[in-house]
């Protein structure tokens, strides 16, 4: 982890790209691709933080595809 602030919170930007790409499935692999362009320290872990998080908030759901891949998607409102 970075000793520096991102100048976006993580939460933030995954709601930004999940709605962004509304229209695609979007997979656990492919959001953590995609957060990695803007936080190169990502970790598995506190991605999967942040998306339960937003699925206790109630923001997304994460639906279980396969044993290793989940659906990452916008709730309904």
């Known amino acids: 982890m970075s000793k520096y602030w991102k100048p976006q919170p993580l939460h933030t930007l995954v709601i930004e790209l999940l709605e962004k790409k509304k229209e695609k499935i979007q997979t656990d692999a492919d959001l953590y691709q995609s957060l990695l362009e ?16 937003l699925e206790v908030d109630g923001v ?6 396969t044993k290793t891949k989940r659906r990452v998607e916008l709730a309904k409102s």
């Open 60 to 65: 997304l759901h994460v639906y279980g595809l």
């Open 38 to 53: 803007v936080y190169d320290d990502l970790s598995l872990s506190e991605l999967n933080k942040t998306l339960m998080k």
